[in-house]
């Protein structure tokens, strides 16, 4: 049983469209972190939320973090093929500089 | 050059041979990581270190060992490779303090035959 649950594992959506990954628990986190990786590549830090209830935008990309420290979604607007990738959540819940992953959700914009 | 850097970047070996992986950091973290990725699973800790004395197993450490070299190198060992730990595996490190980026390195394919 993962700690962190990603929702949905795997999401294609045409150029232009809209989507919203999850990333739900039952623990409490003082932050949570998204991070990107493409095929070849190490995963690559997005956004640290660290406030319940924060809301944070990076372009077209907005980060929400519950208002009880346990959840966060990840939007993305108008999405480019540039978006393509594996979406992961990833937070210590017992702040020991140990990060648990989510198992991510593979995104695929079509041109 | 790369902060992060692993060798091999791909790997095929047989059951039961011996494997190194090493990672090589310049971002001067103190806290190193080993995690292996399977589709799926996402990504799973098997050993962490602090500093150069301090070495800790993680949630899947049986049948890995690592060697922290220095404060920039740390090594992944597989003494006698079986096929189910054929996976990406990704070396990462970390800059002291919460909520802290951590940094990893591009990745080994290794497929155990």
């Known amino acids: 049983t993962q700690l962190l649950e990603q929702s949905p594992q795997f999401l294609s959506i045409q150029e232009g469209e809209n989507l919203t990954v999850y990333c739900n628990s039952s623990?409490?986190?003082?932050?949570l972190q998204w991070y990107r990786q493409e095929p070849g590549e190490g995963p690559v830090l997005l956004v640290t939320v660290v406030t319940g209830g924060e809301v944070k935008k990076l372009k077209r990309l907005t980060f929400q973090f519950g208002d009880a420290r346990k959840d966060s979604s990840l939007h993305i607007t108008a999405a480019q093929p540039g978006d393509t990738g594996l979406y992961l959540c990833?937070?210590?819940?017992?702040?020991?500089?140990?990060?648990?992953f989510g198992a991510g959700t593979t995104v695929t914009v079509r041109a | 050059d790369a902060d992060v850097t692993q060798t091999p970047r791909n790997r095929i070996t047989k059951t039961g041979k011996r494997i190194m992986l090493e990672c090589s950091q310049t971002k001067g973290h103190d806290r190193m990581y080993w995690y292996r990725q399977d589709p799926g699973l996402g990504l799973r800790l098997i050993y962490y270190s602090f500093d150069v004395k301090d070495i800790n197993k993680g949630e899947i450490s049986d049948g890995y060992s690592v060697s922290r070299q220095a404060q920039a190198k740390f090594s992944l060992s597989l003494e006698s490779a079986i096929p189910n730990q054929t996976a990406l595996y990704f070396c990462a490190t970390r800059a002291v303090g919460p909520g802290n980026e951590q940094f990893f390195g591009p990745g080994t394919r290794l497929t155990v035959l």
């Open positions: 990833a937070g210590d819940p017992a702040n020991d500089y140990k990060l648990s």
């Open positions: 623990s409490v986190f003082s932050s």
